[in-house]
């Protein structure tokens, strides 16, 4: 008689516990949105978008004055006011979609008419309506930090943004904005894959012992030829 074997199922350990919500971030650079409201709210969110390069389309027949500031001095994207209420065509193309409103039926209406269209949509302070959120935020761009609690506590989400703020120094986003620019130089450096990975390390170190200094071109050279120097030493020692 043969025997039977019995195989228990492989044991599996997550490498993320569960998420609340998900933090992606959107390239918003050129692309359409679409705000409905003319309100404070509606207006920080407007300049939230044009700063992450966004062409903002604001639709409301009566903007407050902080909009029409941010129509004449937009902090990146265009913003556009459209001095009447939404209407569904409005909607067609945009990449994201945002609305201001006092009440749940005029927020239902603009959420169901934006997701017809395809379109994720946020209804500020009306969580039953929104497709994504907008956490804290930690501006060291192109270094970002984005902070949630899911809605439920967004004055201890500022708590932690004033961390966090604190431990980043400005200087990082020097750093960051210069690793952006030497990437293609280091891919055509020569160095391996796992030559490239130890520049990046070595890079980071840099940049967090001393975030103050402005980074330059000499430090790409010199970075660049310590991590072929480790490479060799690595290879000699095998």
């Not at 679409?34 to 700063?51: P, T, Y």
């Not at 997701?115 to 501006?139: L, M, T, Y």
């Not at 703020?165 to 750093?175: C, I, V």
Request: one cysteine or more; a positive charge.
């Amino acid at each position: 008689m043969n025997a039977i074997t019995y195989c228990l199922p492989p044991t599996h350990t997550p490498r993320m516990a569960r998420l609340a919500r998900l933090p992606v971030f959107f390239a918003l650079a050129d692309k359409r949105v679409v705000v409905a409201g003319g309100s404070a709210a509606a207006a920080w969110k407007a300049e939230l978008l044009s700063a992450a390069g966004a062409q903002v389309d604001v639709y409301s027949a009566a903007p407050c004055e902080e909009l029409a500031a941010l129509e004449r001095h937009p902090p990146g994207g265009e913003i556009r006011i459209v001095r009447r209420e939404w209407a569904a065509p409005d909607l067609v193309g945009a990449t994201l979609a945002v609305g201001a409103f006092d009440d749940d039926v005029s927020a239902a209406d603009f959420a169901t008419v934006a997701r017809r269209a395809g379109v994720p949509v946020n209804v500020i302070d009306k969580p039953a309506h929104c497709d994504f959120s907008f956490g804290s935020i930690v501006n060291r761009s192109p270094l970002v930090v984005g902070i949630s609690t899911d809605g439920a506590a967004p004055v201890f989400a500022q708590a932690i943004r004033a961390r966090i703020e604190a431990l980043l120094p400005q200087g990082f986003s020097r750093w960051v904005a210069a690793a952006v620019q030497w990437r293609p130089a280091v891919k055509s450096s020569g160095l391996s894959f796992a030559g490239r990975r130890k520049f990046w390390q070595l890079f980071t170190a840099r940049a967090v012992a001393d975030p103050h200094r402005e980074p330059s071109t000499a430090d790409v050279g010199a970075l660049v030829a310590e991590a072929r120097s480790l490479g060799d030493v690595v290879e000699h020692a095998r």
